[in-house]
């Protein structure tokens, strides 16, 4: 079946420094979300990419889309604390009906 | 803050308990999901609901028997759970005008032990 893969698995940073997690899948993807979880919390949606190769930035965060629609990447600049939390990739499958499949996420910790 | 709002926060139940959980939203959404998500995992999906219809169902043990009474309202019926069922029991909506194109809004979730 379809698996959206992300690394890494846990990521810890100095406030400050910049932050990536990637997400791939097996499949060719109709779109892509992004979710972050804060601890002890639920999964608050971030953004959503449709199109090839499409990159959208809110504030200190840029989301890609691959060209092949099949991985995606967040980078986070100049981390906060508030930046903490698990954030998950979700894909849905070309086709894939109201199906969305979660990334493992990677948990951010940043260290003041 | 969420506008789907889930009842109970937490629940502690035994194995031969009958519990429900519920989920409501007043955002006029018309998909209703239900996912479980253990610690340090990802949400799971277990249940869609689409316009009051069951349309996706995970291959997911008939212990767990949802149930979607009207639009605004998600439950999902718990009976004979066992121990490793515990876990967070996340409600989410969306509004199901494009299937392919839907962004989730989650409640807070239950918190479920089974002891």
């Known amino acids: 079946g379809q698996q959206v893969m992300q690394i890494p698995q846990y990521q810890h940073v100095q406030e400050g420094e910049d932050f990536t997690t990637y997400c791939n899948s097996s499949t060719t993807l109709s779109n892509i979300q992004w979710y972050k979880q804060r601890p002890g919390g639920h999964p608050v949606f971030l953004i959503q990419?449709?199109?090839?190769?499409e990159v959208k930035k809110q504030k200190r965060l840029t989301f890609q889309f691959g060209e092949a629609k099949k991985n995606s990447s967040l980078h986070i600049t100049a981390t906060q604390t508030t930046d903490v939390g698990t954030y998950f990739c979700a894909g849905r499958r070309s086709g894939g009906y109201n199906k969305l499949i979660f990334g493992a996420g990677t948990r951010l910790a940043v260290h003041p | 803050d969420t506008e789907v709002t889930q009842t109970p926060k937490h629940l502690v139940m035994g194995m031969t308990n009958k519990k429900s959980l519920k989920c409501e939203q007043h955002m006029g959404h018309r998909a209703m999901y239900w996912y479980k998500q253990k610690a340090k995992k990802p949400p799971e999906l277990m249940f869609v609901y689409s316009y009051e219809k069951l349309s996706i169902n995970e291959s997911v043990p008939s212990r767990f028997s949802p149930e979607c009474p009207n639009s605004s309202l998600l439950n999902l019926h718990l009976h004979a759970l066992q121990p490793e069922d515990s876990a967070l029991y996340l409600c989410?909506?969306?509004?199901?005008?494009?299937?392919?194109?839907?962004?989730?809004?989650f409640g807070s979730g239950t918190q479920l032990s089974v002891l």
């Open positions: 990419l449709v199109k090839s190769g």
């Open positions: 989410a909506s969306s509004q199901d005008r494009d299937p392919t194109n839907e962004k989730l809004f």
